[in-house]
């Protein structure tokens, strides 16, 4: 059912968009969720305030990080107004202003900008703003729900929607294409060279077996313990991508190099890269993750990292997107050789435990089951890719720290941990640890952890969802102490995911399919 169009031609005040977020926040209901975001869309005075109220809804303004940090905001807040007085253009316009500042007493210049537009915000503006500009705001996991939204403000198919935006990777763009031009607009988005597209996700799978009967006929796979990568070649021009489709390509020279020398004119590759020992096996994950750091010392630089592919989405000229897998495994052996992930066409059982096998042996986490049937389905957690590891892990956020006790003492310890609400909702707590934590590990949570701060009281600091830490544990447990109902059962940390966003964490479902007796997560 769609939202009826209202008629353009008055601005969106600030306060309706404040108000909406407070009423998204407010409930746990994920219709009435789009139905507040859908309503407020169609309010919007044209495409441009639509890209503004979707960024500030989604928490990420549409000009980056400015430069406002929580202290810098803090100091420059005054006795709220009475009344707003502001629009949602009023607020985007700022941010533009103070991002475009720059040079000698640019600093200045940026407070004088935001202190205006905070004099002139109420006190529920002006919270709005603090968090947004602190990344506070900052939820991934409301993503599907604003797709959801526009999808009905729009009167267009959800399927329409989630293909475009997988394809443009932005949020904004997408609401703009789909209120502006409907289905034909959303259409128009495809695979561009140099422009990256979200990463087609797996799930945890319970056994390999049940994974090889449920995705027959399937590719089975190494489960590498690398860093996720994304790789498009355009002649001699090549484009480096992480996960979270930041640009890496000045940092990975040797990368850059191997790909322009592939057998293709053009390509996209899905895959990951490590940073190996002498011996053939993978060195730590911060190892191979602090290669993609802006600032590297040169021991990092000397740390050369080897790719390995396993799947591919353009090859000279044609998309692949929509392609089956068998097809796609097809191309990607053509155009990369020998830079294949190691793995086996429809195995049985035995050979795919003998791959699984090998897989540990090398130093890595397991393997991935694939049906040869599957089209990419980018920016998607779905059952068709599934990583069978000898142990359960999780992608949790790190929801706050508490002060340690004995040889502890003075460092943050014991994490309180959270899953992902599909419903665009905080993280639900499911349990906390201290086990797993190194030296190194309780020195780098108390020095980063106050960058990520929302409050602290004397016994934790607590922080806003942006740290991602996998989770490695025995099962999940029934349990009244934590709102999702499940306690998490001997947990232990294995690492951060500096690669990872709370977007891309683990939702709350997947924690309660583990359950002895659950249903598969669907």
């Known amino acids: 059912m769609s939202v009826p169009r209202g008629t353009m031609g008055a601005m969106l005040t600030f306060g309706e968009v404040?108000?909406?977020?407070?009423?998204?926040?407010?409930?746990?209901?994920?219709?009435?969720?789009?139905?507040?975001?859908?309503?407020?869309?169609?309010?919007?005075?044209?495409?441009?305030?639509?890209?503004?109220?979707?960024?500030?809804?989604?928490?990420?303004?549409?000009?980056?990080?400015?430069?406002?940090?929580?202290?810098?905001?803090?100091?420059?807040?005054?006795?709220?107004?009475?009344?707003?007085?502001?629009?949602?253009?009023?607020?985007?316009?700022?941010?533009?202003?103070?991002?475009?500042?720059?040079?000698?007493?640019?600093?200045?210049?940026?407070?004088?900008?935001?202190?205006?537009?905070?004099?002139?915000?109420?006190?529920?503006?002006?919270?709005?703003?603090?968090?947004?500009?602190?990344?506070?705001?900052?939820?991934?996991?409301?993503?599907?729900?604003?797709?959801?939204?526009?999808?009905?403000?729009?009167?267009?198919?959800?399927?329409?929607?989630?293909?475009?935006?997988?394809?443009s990777g932005r949020l904004p763009a997408t609401a703009r294409a789909a209120l502006d031009g409907g289905s034909a607009a959303l259409q128009a988005f495809a695979l561009e060279l140099g422009r990256p597209v979200r990463p087609m996700l797996a799930s945890p799978g319970a056994t390999l077996h049940d994974a090889l009967a449920e995705l027959a006929p399937c590719l089975v796979e190494f489960k590498l313990d690398g860093a996720r990568i994304q790789v498009h070649k355009d002649g001699d021009t090549v484009f480096v991508y992480t996960r979270t489709l930041r640009d890496i390509t000045a940092s990975v020279p040797e990368l850059v190099d191997l790909v322009r020398g592939l057998p293709c004119h053009s390509t996209v590759l899905d895959g990951e890269t490590l940073a190996l020992q002498d011996d053939g096996r993978p060195r730590p994950f911060q190892e191979t993750m602090s290669r993609f750091g802006s600032t590297v010392d040169e021991q990092v630089k000397a740390l050369l990292l080897r790719p390995w592919f396993f799947d591919c989405l353009h090859l000279d000229g044609t998309d692949l997107l929509d392609a089956p897998l068998r097809e796609r495994n097809r191309a990607l052996k053509r155009a990369v050789g020998e830079h294949v992930v190691p793995g086996v066409l429809e195995p049985t059982p035995e050979r795919a435990d003998d791959l699984t096998e090998a897989a540990l042996a090398a130093g890595h986490e397991g393997v991935v089951v694939k049906s040869l049937d599957s089209v990419y389905a980018a920016g998607r957690r779905g059952k068709a890719w599934q990583k069978v590891k000898p142990v359960h892990t999780l992608?949790?956020?790190?929801?706050?720290?508490?002060?340690?006790?004995?040889?502890?003492?003075?460092?943050?310890?014991?994490?309180?941990?959270?899953?992902?609400?599909?419903?665009?909702?905080?993280?639900?707590?499911?349990?906390?640890?201290?086990?797993?934590?190194?030296?190194?590990?309780?020195?780098?949570?108390?020095?980063?952890?106050?960058?990520?701060?929302?409050?602290?009281?004397?016994?934790?600091?607590?922080?806003?969802?942006?740290?991602?830490?996998?989770?490695?544990?025995?099962?999940?447990?029934?349990?009244?102490?934590?709102?999702?109902?499940?306690a998490l059962r001997f947990a232990r940390v294995v690492r951060y995911r500096p690669d990872k966003t709370p977007a891309e964490a683990d939702p709350i479902d997947a924690v309660r399919a583990l359950l002895p007796g659950a249903p598969p997560n669907p």
């Open 18 to 167: 404040v108000a909406v977020s407070a009423e998204v926040g407010r409930t746990r209901s994920r219709l009435a969720k789009v139905d507040a975001l859908a309503g407020l869309l169609v309010r919007a005075d044209g495409p441009d305030e639509v890209e503004v109220v979707v960024a500030f809804l989604a928490g990420a303004p549409r000009q980056g990080r400015i430069g406002a940090g929580w202290r810098t905001l803090h100091a420059l807040l005054d006795r709220p107004a009475e009344t707003s007085t502001l629009t949602a253009t009023d607020v985007d316009t700022t941010f533009t202003a103070v991002a475009a500042t720059s040079g000698k007493g640019s600093t200045a210049a940026r407070a004088e900008l935001l202190k205006d537009l905070l004099d002139r915000a109420t006190r529920a503006e002006q919270d709005f703003l603090r968090a947004l500009l602190t990344g506070e705001l900052r939820q991934g996991a409301l993503e599907g729900v604003m797709l959801d939204a526009v999808a009905r403000a729009a009167d267009v198919p959800g399927a329409d929607v989630r293909r475009a935006f997988m394809l």
């Open 395 to 486: 992608d949790l956020v790190v929801l706050a720290a508490e002060w340690g006790h004995g040889r502890r003492t003075g460092l943050l310890s014991n994490l309180h941990l959270g899953a992902r609400d599909p419903d665009g909702g905080p993280p639900v707590m499911v349990g906390k640890t201290f086990k797993g934590l190194t030296d190194e590990l309780l020195r780098r949570q108390t020095e980063e952890f106050p960058a990520h701060e929302s409050h602290r009281d004397d016994w934790a600091v607590y922080l806003r969802p942006s740290v991602v830490v996998e989770i490695a544990l025995d099962g999940v447990q029934v349990s009244t102490r934590y709102p999702g109902g499940v």
